[in-house]
């Protein structure tokens, strides 16, 4: 049975006194310190007003000063919580999916609350507590300015009817940070079962899914499944490596082996996650209407779906933006990474002849320091242009954040996969030396490898203790008294100092580059996919200690797949048949074939390579995203939602409802703007 909001924001309150806030505290708003008090009490009557009268109808105090309080410390922190009735409601709102008594997954209405498996007596238990902070965020983030023309004593600040408040103050800086708080007992289960104690089982991803959310339990399952994906590979490269069947050239099979991986696990992932998602309820869950970022800018005008006023920026602007600045910008930082290689390329020739000359111990170990340096050169890279493409992206103004992360996702994607892989492309295909392929594939991997993990799980901790002398003398303390509960304004403002997760980019990002690496070139260095292995299952301690310790708790993200990073994968595994198709031409075995006929040599792959991408294609075709039997729930489900509502309809007599529209006509420059 899950555990419920309420039952764990007994926790809580349990180390609250008597003035104490009267409800459960879920999340946490914090404004900045020299807020004007008349914007402060507007927006904390906006937040308990009804929902008649335009507000969240949330419960909301102020947090008082802790133990010991300080006077820099920032007086605005305000705790958020709400009813259980209307959490309920809420629920309905956000389209919730809950399991009903029948097993099947239905979205919750309060009219069949009693429906639905585990709803007792008035539904304390029924909703987690990720799900409520889920409800609050949401209602927060649908409070709309009225008739406002500004904030209330902040007359810089303007206010437009209809438009997001909390993203509008987010923007402007009077709001600092929303977070959700964390549940300290069941943070406390969750992490012995999943970090705390070294065990060869699965991860615990329903506690995962039950304390974070879809988003991160699917990140979660993604790498495990990544990682068991990889045994194979590992078991088969493993004595490929020890008995040196290959001989640098010897890697046929190897790479046969990675044709066929590399499209089978893509697929049986899909239905994983399908299969995962429809049990989470998210799987057919509808997609919210998406409101603009809280950066987008533009001149005022009206949303045709919402008749709402909000900003618009023309697409040709952007466009303009996109193709004459960020294309130029990404185009001289891959020149700038292949100016690199060159540089390595130079380094690797001048070391080689430096050992051909006087071969040592020395000079033999001499050989490795160019990747190195090299492998350390492509993480800083990386890290700079990341920087840079959030900057251009940012600027280029996306009114979505779907088409910012889009935008975001191609352009790190590109440098990225061009900046770690284009060295090992021309080794491959240009220099055509296998034994130096298998000698930098192995210290690029080993080297990135030892850097992610220092820059993941130690760098993040220890920033973060220095960072803050105060939260360290307040994590010792904790520690010292055992994991005894701390007074609610002392865990507040420790989780307030607390790094905020920027989302799952960088570990998805990091496991698309571990994928290529093993999918492209490692028939060549076997034991590429064992490093991975042990690389994934440190990655697994290690993101797990950073979400229990050094991050804030991040708000549940309803995802039913893992997004864009599908695509990510899909495509570098078609470029994986290539590459390995290639691989398999130029290898003597199958060179010996063809004596005296490279062209024929070249057509022969070339044909065999598009034999294997149309059986790519056609096993995508043959295995079906979804597995049957949820297809057939989810088709049960939408034919018993068209009865019900045709029954409705009659019941009212067949009268249908005229659709809102826009008291203002767009213009075709505005609809054009606003699609995007």
Partial sequence: MDRGALGEGKMLQGSLDSSGPRFTPLVVVELASDTKEEAIAWLL??????????????????????VGAQEKENPNMFLVGATRQRLLSGAEEVGLFKECNDGSMRGFTCANKHNFKDFEGDGDSFLNMAECQYIIKHELDTLRAK?????????????????????????KGILIQIFPLHGQEELKRLSFSWYKKVKLSFQPLDDIRHYYGEGQALYFGFLEYFTFALVPMALIGVPYYMFDWE??????????????????????????SSSQAYRWGTLSRKKAFEEPRPGFHGTLGFNPVTGRQEP????????????????????????????????YFQMEGWVLSFHDEEPTFWTGVLLFIPSIIYAVV??????????????????ENHRLESSYQNHLVLKVLVFNFFNCFASLFYIAFVMQDMVLLRQSLATLLITSQILNQFMEAFLPYWLQRRRN?????????????????????????????????????????????????????????PLAAVLVVLNNVTEVYSDAFKMC?????????????????????????????????????????????FPESETQLILWTVAIEHMLLAFKFILTFLIPDVPKHIQIKLARLEFESLEALKKKRQLLGGKCLKPRTSERPWSEEQRKAYRY
């Fill in 469 to 525: 002398k105060k939260m360290i003398r307040k994590v010792q303390k904790r520690r010292a008294v055992e994991y005894k509960e701390l007074p609610l304004a002392e865990q507040v403002r420790l989780e307030a100092d607390m790094s905020t997760y920027l989302g799952t980019f960088d570990d998805y990002l990091e496991l698309f580059l571990l994928f290529g690496y093993v999918s492209l070139f490692s028939c060549t260095y």
């Fill in 312 to 343: 618009l920026y023309p697409n040709h602007k952007r466009q303009l933006r996109v193709y004459l600045v960020s294309l130029p910008f990404v185009l001289l930082c891959l020149y700038l990474s292949l100016y690199i290689m060159m540089i």
């Fill in 45 to 66: 009557s906006r937040i308990r007003d009804q929902q008649q009268n335009g507000g969240a109808e949330l419960l909301v105090e102020q947090l008082g000063p802790g």
């Fill in 549 to 593: 310790c050094v991050f804030k708790r991040p708000f549940s993200d309803p995802a039913a797949n893992i997004g864009v990073w599908q695509l990510a994968f899909e495509a570098m595994s078609v470029i994986a048949i290539v590459t390995n198709c290639a691989l398999i031409g130029m290898s003597p075995q199958v060179k010996a074939y």
């Fill in 378 to 395: 492509i993480e800083i890279m990386n890290l700079i242009y990341r920087y840079a493409a959030e900057f251009l992206t940012e600027w």
């Fill in 247 to 272: 001989d640098y050239d010897k890697y046929v099979i190897f790479a046969v082996f990675n044709l066929v991986w590399c499209t089978v696990i893509l697929e049986l992932w899909k239905r994983f």
């Fill in 147 to 171: 008739d406002e023309t500004h904030v209330p004593g902040h007359t810089q600040v303007k206010l437009y009817p209809g438009k997001s408040i909390i993203r509008r103050l987010q923007s």
